[in-house]
């Protein structure tokens, strides 16, 4: 019998995870998404809220073997957890260190130990037992985007590499050890904006500029004469 497989996903990295599980018969394959981007075909259901996503769950009867999370956002509610048996969720930190939000963030501010992490879920906040990780080293001048690739590139060929013992029964999940530490989304906010006539040192300066920045996109800023600027830290090697 072929075994039931829900798959939420919340970035274009959950089609990679899709698209493997789908060359392997022996898996019944369903996806879900909150990103109307992601949706490919008429197979793939799209929830706009949480609320869209408890209502469509709670109406269907079906039951699943397993539910892989992909970068998700939503916390699975408590009486959804009857719907499967067990559960791969995709996290960007070395758990417990770095539960919840933009933990690639905090290991650059906070010099913390960083890597990925396949676990089940529970009705906390990253708490599950652990599948497997992967420590993964970076440098002062580590920046959040380069580590939000490189988090994701390690998570899939995590999952590749081992998802298809998990699913059998071949790995036993352990229990997460060591201090925890959690983030919430508005942990960041007290870097973002910075002050003219405070002091700073500079390789903490650096660090937040790297940790809250994304590309082109700018989140430390300062006010001079009521006019707010952003602020970000360019470095160059000098040969």
Not at 209 to 220: E, Q, T, V
Request: with cysteine.
């Amino acid at each position: 019998m072929k075994k039931k497989i829900l798959i939420l996903i919340g970035k274009p990295i959950g089609l990679k995870v899709v698209n493997f599980l789908k060359k392997y018969s022996k898996f019944d394959i369903e996806v879900c998404t909150n990103n109307k981007d992601l949706v490919k075909n008429k197979s793939t259901k799209f929830v706009k809220t949480k609320k869209n996503f408890i209502d469509l769950f709670k109406k269907t009867n079906a039951k699943y073997d397993f539910l892989v999370l992909v970068y998700w956002p939503w916390l699975v509610p408590n009486n959804l957890f009857i719907k499967f048996k067990d559960s791969i969720n995709f996290h960007p930190a070395y758990l417990p260190i770095g539960r919840g939000w933009y933990p690639h963030a905090h290991a650059i501010i906070s010099n913390l130990k960083w890597g990925v992490t396949l676990h089940k879920i529970l009705p906390g906040i990253d708490d599950g037992d652990i599948w497997c990780q992967k420590e993964i080293k970076y440098n002062f001048f580590s920046n959040s985007k380069n580590l939000y690739k490189r988090s994701e590139d390690t998570l899939l060929k995590l999952f590749k590499d081992n998802a298809l013992k998990i699913i059998d029964g071949k790995v036993k999940a352990k229990k997460q050890k060591g201090k925890s530490i959690t983030f919430f989304k508005k942990d960041l906010l007290k870097y973002d904006k910075l002050i003219l006539n405070k002091k700073y040192r500079l390789d903490k300066l650096i660090k937040i500029s790297n940790a809250r920045s994304f590309g082109k996109k700018i989140f430390n800023y300062f006010y001079y004469k009521n006019q707010k600027y952003s602020f970000n830290i360019k470095i160059k090697k000098i040969d």
